[in-house]
Nanobody, 123 residues
């Protein structure tokens, strides 16, 4: 496991943008994937996006495709989630996760989680 520290959450009006960051304390060879999940009040945690540290095409939930962009800076052990054209339904606590997920959209593939950062989008 590694320690993950998220930052960048906040409040924004619909149509606005935010960028989340996730700094990892280390990046063991056993961890090859960084993911972002979110949990809205009263709902289950859901997959948002994921990326392999080694490169390759990122993965996105259908609900954020074309609006969100995931990226990573391997030299800094840091991942990012750029969120554009935000909607009120994007309001949630956003969590970054790290692991060796074969299926990046499932929580079980990640063994390290950040503390979460609140994103609130007003209409």
């Amino acid at each position: 496991q590694v320690r993950l520290i998220e930052s960048g959450g906040g409040s924004v009006q619909a149509g606005g943008s935010l960028r989340l960051s996730c700094a990892a304390s280390a990046r063991p060879f056993s961890i090859d994937t960084m993911g972002w999940f979110r949990q809205a009040p009263g709902k289950e945690r859901e997959f948002v996006a994921a990326i392999r540290w080694g490169g390759g095409s990122p993965f996105y939930a259908d609900s954020v495709k074309g609006r969100f962009t995931i990226a990573r800076d391997a030299a800094k052990n840091t991942g990012y989630l750029q969120m554009n054209s935000l909607k009120p339904e994007d309001t949630a606590v956003y969590y970054c996760a790290a692991g060796s997920a074969d299926v990046v959209s499932t929580m079980g593939g990640y063994n390290s989680w950040g503390q979460g950062t609140q994103v609130t989008v007003s209409s």
